[in-house]
């Protein structure tokens, strides 16, 4: 699976970010750099007249980010990841898969209820995120998104429009069920909480950054059975990074998963 980077821009400017310049010099050659064209990447679905509604919405670049996600894996399947996740494990057996999450599950109570892995756990209720997606090109859901969008989009749509609750209510009217939890069915799957966002976004303080020491042995019971994690940059942007592995989980996990990124974090 090689990486595909959209971009907005006729240009990257490498020369102000360390980390990114070393990037594109020892990985080159797996990254693919495409400019993003809406109307071309519209054309022939049915949001393809939706450019100009768009343009005039006060949260064009929410609306955006959340639509060409799904336009693109219709046009040509594959996966989606925020670019504020950390990658635990092999991601490319992963096929037509959407992921649960819990806006409250955090570090302390899945210790002590024992759930790290339990995907019947108390903590195993809430919504289906859309900053993971796994689905084939063409996937029916993604056809009733899109639809759906062209039906009800309208420039003033808050900033969550066509987001996770467009999601989620979609995949209940579609598959007829009221729980999306362990929905499990011929053509999609929904993955449990702990595999893509073990720690819920009104947890984050507490759970991504801790408020006591926590061992070695806590982080791996925790993290056991996560394929990523998720670290919501838009509520942890400005949180400083002290490489406290006892009490910072992108400490911890960040010197063995994304070396690159941790060690130049001084240059920023």
């Given at each position: 699976?090689?990486?595909?980077?959209?971009?907005?821009?006729?240009?990257?400017?490498?020369?102000?970010?360390?980390a990114t310049a070393q990037l594109i010099q020892n990985y080159g050659e797996r990254l693919t750099f495409f400019k993003l064209d809406l109307d071309d990447l519209a054309r022939n679905t049915p949001v393809e007249s939706i450019s100009g509604?768009?343009?005039?919405?006060s949260n064009k670049i929410e609306h955006l980010s959340d639509l060409v996600r799904l336009l693109v894996l219709h046009k040509f399947g594959g996966g989606y990841l925020d670019l504020d996740f950390i990658v635990l494990k092999e991601l490319?057996?992963?096929?037509?898969?959407?992921?649960?999450?819990?806006?409250?599950?955090?570090?302390?109570?899945?210790?002590?209820?024992?759930?790290?892995?339990?995907?019947?756990?108390?903590?195993?209720?809430?919504?289906?995120?859309?900053?993971?997606?796994?689905?084939?090109?063409?996937?029916?859901?993604?056809?009733?998104?899109?639809?759906?969008?062209?039906?009800?989009?309208?420039?003033?749509?808050?900033?969550?429009?066509?987001?996770?609750?467009?999601?989620?209510?979609?995949?209940?009217?579609?598959?007829?069920?009221?729980?999306?939890?362990?929905?499990?069915?011929?053509?999609?799957?929904?993955?449990?909480?702990?595999?893509?966002?073990?720690?819920?976004?009104?947890?984050?303080?507490?759970?991504?950054?801790?408020?006591?020491?926590?061992?070695?042995?806590?982080?791996?019971?925790?993290?056991?059975?996560?394929?990523?994690?998720?670290?919501?940059?838009?509520?942890?942007?400005?949180?400083?990074?002290?490489?406290?592995?006892?009490?910072?989980?992108?400490?911890?996990?960040?010197?063995?998963?994304?070396?690159?990124?941790?060690?130049?974090?001084?240059?920023?």
């Amino acid at each position: 699976m090689s990486p595909v980077i959209l971009m907005t821009s006729d240009i990257l400017n490498v020369s102000g970010s360390n980390a990114t310049a070393q990037l594109i010099q020892n990985y080159g050659e797996r990254l693919t750099f495409f400019k993003l064209d809406l109307d071309d990447l519209a054309r022939n679905t049915p949001v393809e007249s939706i450019s100009g509604k768009l343009n005039n919405s006060s949260n064009k670049i929410e609306h955006l980010s959340d639509l060409v996600r799904l336009l693109v894996l219709h046009k040509f399947g594959g996966g989606y990841l925020d670019l504020d996740f950390i990658v635990l494990k092999e991601l490319s057996e992963v096929r037509n898969s959407l992921f649960l999450t819990n806006m409250v599950r955090n570090m302390t109570e899945v210790l002590r209820n024992n759930e790290s892995c339990d995907p019947n756990g108390p903590s195993e209720k809430g919504h289906v995120a859309n900053g993971a997606l796994f689905l084939e090109k063409g996937h029916p859901l993604l056809f009733r998104l899109l639809t759906r969008v062209a039906e009800r989009y309208k420039s003033e749509m808050p900033r969550n429009g066509i987001g996770p609750p467009f999601l989620t209510s979609t995949v209940e009217r579609m598959y007829e069920t009221d729980k999306v939890r362990g929905l499990r069915v011929p053509d999609l799957t929904v993955m449990p909480t702990y595999s893509v966002f073990p720690v819920g976004c009104n947890r984050v303080m507490g759970s991504l950054w801790l408020n006591e020491d926590r061992s070695e042995e806590e982080m791996n019971t925790f993290l056991n059975c996560s394929l990523a994690v998720h670290f919501f940059s838009y509520l942890t942007r400005k949180k400083p990074i002290r490489r406290d592995p006892k009490r910072e989980i992108y400490s911890y996990l960040a010197a063995k998963h994304c070396p690159l990124s941790f060690y130049s974090s001084d240059k920023f």
